[in-house]
C-alpha cells in the first residue's frame, strides 16, 4: 500500500505541490501572500475521481481565517493568484434572495477540468508586465445609498441639519 493510500485511510488530506508550477516566472511573481493562499486552494480540490474544478469555493474570510492575514491582504493574494494565471473566476459572489451569500467560484488553471484530460496552465504564458484580465466583483450596491436620499436645502448644496431651539421667554 502506497504513502498517499495510507494517508487516505487515516483521513488526511493533502494537497500536492508540482516542481514544474514552482519552477515558473509567474510563481516567482507571486507575492508571498499569494504563494500561501494557493496551497489552501488546492486543498478544496476533490481531486480527479470527484473533480470540482471550477466550482471551487473559498471566500476571502476563509482565507484569511486561514491564512492568519486581514481581508484585505487574502484578496489581494485573489487578484495575484488571477494576474498570473494559476487561477480564474468562474462565477462570481452573490448573495442570494434569502440572504445567503455565496463566494466566488474558482477554477485552477494547473488541474483539469470535468471531461478535459489536462489543465489548461495560463500561468506558463504569464510574462513580465503582460498580467491577465482580474474578474471583480461588483457592489450589489455601488452607491451605498440603498435607495435612500438625506434632505438637502433648495438649492441642494448641502445637507440639512434637522434640530430645534426654543425662543426666549417660552417654555
Sequence with gaps: MGRDRKAEKRGEHFAPMIRTT?????????????????PWLRLEWHGPKFNNNGRLQFSVRQAAL???????????????LQRKGFVVVTQEARLG????????????????????????????QWEDGKDFAVRKVMANNPSGTNGKT??????????????????????
Excluded at 514552482?22 to 494557493?38: E, K
Excluded at 486561514?66 to 495575484?80: E, P, Q
Excluded at 438625506?150 to 417654555?171: A, E, L, M, W, Y
Design 66 to 80: 486561514a491564512m492568519g492575514v486581514t481581508k484585505d491582504t487574502a484578496n489581494k493574494a485573489f487578484i495575484d
Design 22 to 38: 514552482m519552477d515558473t516566472p509567474a510563481w516567482r511573481a507571486l507575492s508571498s501572500a499569494a504563494q500561501a493562499l494557493y
Design 97 to 124: 434572495v434569502g440572504g445567503a451569500a455565496r463566494s466566488s467560484s474558482y477554477e485552477l488553471t494547473e488541474v483539469a477540468l470535468v471531461g478535459e484530460t489536462e489543465g489548461r496552465k495560463l500561468y506558463r
Design 150 to 171: 438625506k434632505p438637502c436645502h433648495k438649492n441642494q448644496d448641502d445637507t440639512v441639519i434637522n434640530f430645534r431651539t426654543k425662543p426666549k421667554g417660552t417654555s
